[in-house]
């Protein structure tokens, strides 16, 4: 992979999904906790230059479990699409938009936050087919209980 996104089962000394936007933004999934049997936390992360915004020890499995199947879905998809295909966690903390964009890219737009209280939200650009796909099984791999 190129430095769009990266799965680093030991950055900076723990297991964690980066994956870069546009402008320096970002955003990361990390510091897993599996202390909880068939639960696991985790931190969700985005940012900019002069943004930052993250859920704190925020359950992402099973909560957010099925985004691998939406994602590993967008990959397997080799024609353009008109519109916006969406996905939400059941608790409202993590959504991700995809549309299609120029030269075989999915814009990814992640937005995190409380429900009815704040959000953030940073794009990123993944290839379509084989990148969208390896991004799926590396959320699989950091996601799993």
């Given at each position: 992979m190129d430095d769009i996104y990266r799965y680093d089962?030991?950055?900076d000394g723990?297991?964690?999904v980066v994956l870069?936007?546009?402008?320096?933004?970002?955003?990361?999934?990390?510091?897993?906790?599996?202390?909880?049997?068939?639960?696991?936390?985790?931190?969700?992360?985005?940012g900019g230059v002069g943004m930052r915004a993250a859920?704190?020890?925020?359950?992402?499995?099973?909560?957010?479990w099925d985004v691998v199947a939406f994602l590993d879905d967008l990959g397997k998809i080799v024609a353009p699409w008109e519109g916006i295909r969406s996905w939400c966690s059941r608790d409202g903390a993590l959504r991700v938009?995809?549309?299609f964009g120029t030269g075989g890219h999915i814009a990814l737009t992640w937005a995190v936050g409380e429900p009815r209280s704040w959000?953030?939200?940073?794009?990123?650009?993944i290839e379509a087919g084989e990148q969208m796909r390896a991004l799926a099984?590396?959320?699989?791999?950091?996601?799993?209980?």
């Open positions: 089962p030991d950055l723990e297991e964690a870069t936007g546009v402008g320096g933004s970002f955003l990361r999934f990390y510091r897993p906790n599996r202390s909880e049997p068939g639960v696991l936390r985790c931190r969700v992360e985005v859920l704190h020890d925020t359950v992402a499995y099973p909560f957010f938009d995809a549309v959000s953030a939200s940073i794009t990123t650009e099984t590396d959320l699989h791999h950091f996601l799993r209980p």
